[in-house]
């Protein structure tokens, strides 16, 4: 690998880093670190264009979205939730629980294969968009980043001077926005597990009472800070698999951030006053090899080298590509959204066999999760014998057995709870209350006890069938064991 990267004077007379075009080994390192392994830190000039704008409007209603979400309540349930810790799950003011697991991992797989038929068709355009490690890095913490210490050049040449006064505020301010940021943006995310209501609590509570809580903001706080300050790029190179199995994913007809070689090929510096009948009779094409799209690119890739796993759509290098081209008075769209077929052979986007097959999975899975959501219970009910305890005689000649009952509500609704024995000649007596009644979106607990006439059991153990009511209507049967005397 070469060493740190030339300054290449631009067309508009600025100067930024570049790397030399290397067709024979840039699949061999990676852009953001040196031969030894040292981290070279990318200072990516600030994208401008259509692309841009229409990225920064995206990201204003997702960051929207993402501040907003804990607080929409539907039916007084949070809008997503996920909290771990009580394994409580809402989501679109529906709650799951652990019960409900078959319909997580339905919905899990449904997600899975929606990315896999995604990438296939439209590639890493989830990366570029909509990743939010994308949306807050470039453009949140990069804008203020711009704003505090200026473009590429300027937080170049603050960071190779010596540490003056001016330096340590500068880089002590832009510090402490970061580390702000980090925190709203880390008990935001920790809202969506353990749910506004319980970090508002923490919040405004005495901080004594809540120590463990008070350690996960501030872990949630030093994570984010970490990655958005320091890790930045990284987490998308290193960390994310996303990039390194989109290989498997992607193929000819899939839509890519390309470079058109056939027209920008051999590239050379653009002349002034050329002719481009002139520049491309002498073998010249588009490229210019202003290495723009490089200085934007926030992975440092060139992506005149093909598609590559450092790139996360991001379409800067677009944005700055039709600039130059626009300059010069060249077509824009050297560097476009297109598939390999597409710049090879002229053909468009299509939809391929494989893309057929994903689609199929991906209908099937979706309508397996809707019925099993709309064929998912009102309640569900556990009856277990009380751990330790034997039969009992009634005076009356009945045997009864204890139970522990646990009823749990996914309604939206107070239910009121009956129990019915079914096909058998006996009762059902609810201890500690006359009504058994389970709050909404709660599970409840009481135990039970139940009569039955000794003519009625087939031998020490018999299997009896238990009907639960709400205001009357049936909603579960509930089959268990009755322990009786040998006969």
């Excluded at 379409?315 to 300059?327: G, H």
């Excluded at 999760?369 to 277990?384: A, E, H, K, N, Y």
Aim: include cysteine; hydrophobic fraction near 45%.
């Amino acid at each position: 690998m070469s060493d740190p990267l030339p300054e290449t004077e631009t067309p508009a007379g600025q100067h930024t880093a570049s790397r030399p075009v290397n067709w024979e080994d840039f699949r061999e390192h990676l852009a953001t670190a040196h031969k030894d392994g040292r981290r070279r830190w990318i200072f990516a000039k600030q994208p401008s264009g259509q692309w841009y704008r229409w990225r920064t409007w995206m990201s204003w209603v997702l960051l929207g979205v993402m501040f907003a979400g804990p607080f929409v309540r539907i039916q007084n349930n949070p809008l997503l939730m996920l909290n771990v810790v009580e394994r409580r799950f809402s989501i679109l003011g529906h709650l799951f629980w652990p019960e409900d697991g078959i319909i997580f991992a339905v919905a899990m797989l449904t997600f899975f294969a929606g990315i896999m038929i995604f990438t296939t068709a439209f590639g890493r355009l989830w990366c570029g968009w909509t990743c939010p490690q994308t949306v807050l890095m470039e453009l949140v913490f990069r804008k203020l980043e711009y704003a505090i210490e200026g473009d590429a050049a300027t937080q170049k040449a603050l960071d190779a001077a010596p540490w003056t006064f001016r330096k340590i505020r500068i880089k002590a301010f832009k510090q402490a926005v970061f580390f702000g940021l980090s925190f709203l943006i880390g008990n935001t995310l920790l809202s969506y597990i353990i749910s506004s209501d319980a970090l508002i609590h923490i919040i405004v509570a005495d901080p004594r009472q809540h120590l463990f809580g008070l350690g996960f903001m501030l872990l949630f706080t030093l994570v984010f800070y970490a990655i958005f300050a320091r890790f930045r790029e990284q987490a998308c190179t290193f960390i994310c698999p996303y990039g390194r199995f989109q290989s498997t994913l992607l193929d000819e007809n899939t839509m890519v951030v390309a470079y058109d070689h056939k027209r920008g090929e051999g590239r050379a510096p653009w002349k002034r006053d050329q002719r481009l009948e002139l520049r491309r009779s002498s073998g010249h094409g588009d490229c210019v090899d202003c290495h723009q799209c490089v200085a934007v690119c926030p992975t440092g890739i060139d992506i005149r080298n093909g598609v590559q796993m450092e790139c996360v759509n991001c379409t800067a290098c677009i944005d700055a590509c039709d600039s130059v081209m626009t300059k010069v008075g060249l077509p824009r769209g050297l560097i476009r959204y297109a598939s390999l077929n597409g710049i090879e052979h002229g053909q468009p986007l299509r939809f391929t066999a494989r893309m057929k097959l994903y689609s199929a999975v991906l209908t099937g899975l979706i309508s397996l999760f809707v019925f099993l959501v709309l064929t998912r219970p009102d309640v569900q009910s556990i009856f277990l014998r009380a751990p330790g305890t034997l039969f009992q005689q009634a005076s009356e000649g009945r045997i009864s057995n204890l139970y522990t009952v646990k009823i749990l509500n996914k309604t939206h609704r107070n239910l009121p709870i009956d129990f019915k024995l079914d096909g058998r000649e006996g009762r059902i007596v609810v201890m500690g209350a006359k009504q058994f009644l389970v709050p909404k979106d709660k599970l409840a607990e009481t135990s039970v006890i139940v009569e039955l006439d000794p003519a009625t059991l087939s031998g020490s153990t018999t299997k009896i069938s238990i009907g639960v009511f709400a205001d009357g209507k049936r909603m579960e049967t509930v089959k268990t064991a009755f322990v009786g005397p040998r006969r």
